[in-house]
């Protein structure tokens, strides 16, 4: 079926935001008294942030679970400066748009954190719609956030294509029915991203862009 939509995950597919993340998040640790590995946040970046919590601190309380989301934002934004998009993103974007394709950004971000990403990917004109943690109260990878963006590209799972780099991503994706890509520019190996659902793997939105007659 042709593609109507293509929905994109952003930290880590269109912009070089995974290790600022990795980076915020063991400093928030560190400030309330964890040390946390930081190869442990990175293999958990892209899901729910109440999973990743508990998969790199354990089990802890609603209040030191908020108190440790408020102090990885704050140091998230302080090192928002770093936010780079990938080689080609913008491009990329431009590229699927101007084929009359929906592009949709399919993230759980949060409101300012999106803000953020969206000033370093510099693609509005391109953008038709996104998503960010207000729209589900559960994110990858549960399928709710994708729901949430083919609703926004009036466009069904059959006529999608999601574009991501994490396990996370591509398990979301096929729990809705979603073919789907993976990149490497986020940091997780091939083997693993064909293993979580995806088709077939790219360097990067680079790639993706010299790629596109075939990937559409």
């Known amino acids: 079926?042709?593609?109507?939509?293509?929905?994109?995950?952003?930290?880590?597919?269109?912009?070089?935001?995974?290790?600022?993340?990795?980076?915020?998040?063991q400093r928030a640790f560190a400030d309330l008294g964890v040390a946390v590995d930081a190869w442990r946040i990175h293999r958990a970046i892209g899901q729910d942030s109440a999973r990743l919590l508990s998969s790199v601190a354990g089990e802890r309380d609603d209040?030191?679970?908020?108190?440790?989301?408020?102090?990885?934002g704050e140091h998230f934004r302080a090192l928002s400066p770093r936010l780079r998009a990938f080689d080609g993103a913008a491009d990329?974007?431009?590229?699927?748009?101007?084929r009359g394709i929906r592009v949709v950004l399919a993230t759980s971000a949060p409101?300012?954190?999106?803000?953020?990403?969206?000033?370093?990917l510099d693609a509005d004109d391109a953008i038709h719609a996104a998503t960010s943690a207000d729209d589900?109260?559960?994110?990858?990878?549960?399928?709710?956030?994708?729901?949430?963006?083919l609703r926004r590209a009036d466009a069904s799972a059959s006529e999608a294509l999601m574009i991501g780099d994490s396990v996370?991503?591509?398990?979301?994706?096929?729990?809705?029915?979603?073919r789907s890509v993976g990149v490497l520019c986020g940091g997780v190996g091939a083997a693993e991203l064909v293993d979580a659902g995806a088709q077939s793997?790219?360097?990067?939105?680079?790639?993706?862009?010299?790629?596109?007659?075939?990937?559409?």
Request: aromatic share 6%.
């Open 63 to 72: 209040a030191w679970a908020e108190r440790a989301k408020s102090l990885h």
């Open 111 to 120: 409101e300012d954190e999106l803000a953020l990403l969206r000033e370093a």
């Open 201 to 216: 793997v790219y360097e990067g939105p680079a790639a993706l862009l010299a790629e596109l007659d075939d990937l559409l």
């Open 1 to 25: 079926m042709t593609v109507r939509t293509v929905l994109f995950d952003v930290d880590g597919t269109l912009v070089d935001s995974n290790y600022l993340h990795v980076d915020a998040w």
């Open 168 to 178: 996370w991503d591509l398990t979301a994706a096929a729990r809705a029915q979603i």
């Open 92 to 98: 990329l974007l431009g590229a699927i748009a101007a």
């Open 136 to 149: 589900v109260e559960q994110a990858k990878p549960d399928p709710g956030i994708l729901e949430v963006a």
